[in-house]
């Protein structure tokens, strides 16, 4: 089991910065891969950015080069750098965890936090 708390949301106005914290705990060894999603009101949760555990990266062409992945080197904190924030970015963000077990793969998601930008 993986449980992740995600925080450092709030309201920041356009142009902005933000830096959002997930907190993993549990069987974080066996955690494979990381990553934020996104999502809206009657929209599908959406992508944000991924970080395997051999670091390399993917980014929503919504975010790249505005935001920045990266895991502690403990790595039981991912973090997720949002600078130059667009109201468009407004959302609640979720961090999720792929994880294997001898059971098998099982994706953990935190209860996200709301990021709001102002215009």
């Known amino acids: 089991q993986v449980q992740l708390v995600e925080s450092g949301g709030g309201l920041v106005q356009a142009g902005g910065s933000l830096r959002l914290s997930c907190a993993a705990s549990?069987?974080?060894?066996?955690?494979?891969?990381m990553g934020w999603y996104r999502q809206v009101p009657r929209q599908p949760r959406e992508l944000v950015a991924t970080?395997?555990?051999?670091?390399?990266?993917n980014y929503a062409d919504s975010v790249k080069g505005r935001f920045t992945i990266s895991r502690s080197n403990t790595k039981d904190t991912l973090y997720l750098q949002m600078n130059s924030l667009k109201p468009e970015d407004t959302a609640v963000y979720y961090c999720?965890?792929?994880?294997?077990?001898?059971?098998?793969?099982?994706?953990?998601w935190g209860q996200g936090t709301q990021v709001t930008v102002s215009s």
């Open positions: 999720t965890a792929n994880a294997g077990f001898m059971t098998g793969r099982y994706d953990y």
């Open positions: 549990g069987s974080i060894g066996s955690i494979s891969h």
């Open positions: 970080l395997t555990s051999s670091g390399d990266t």
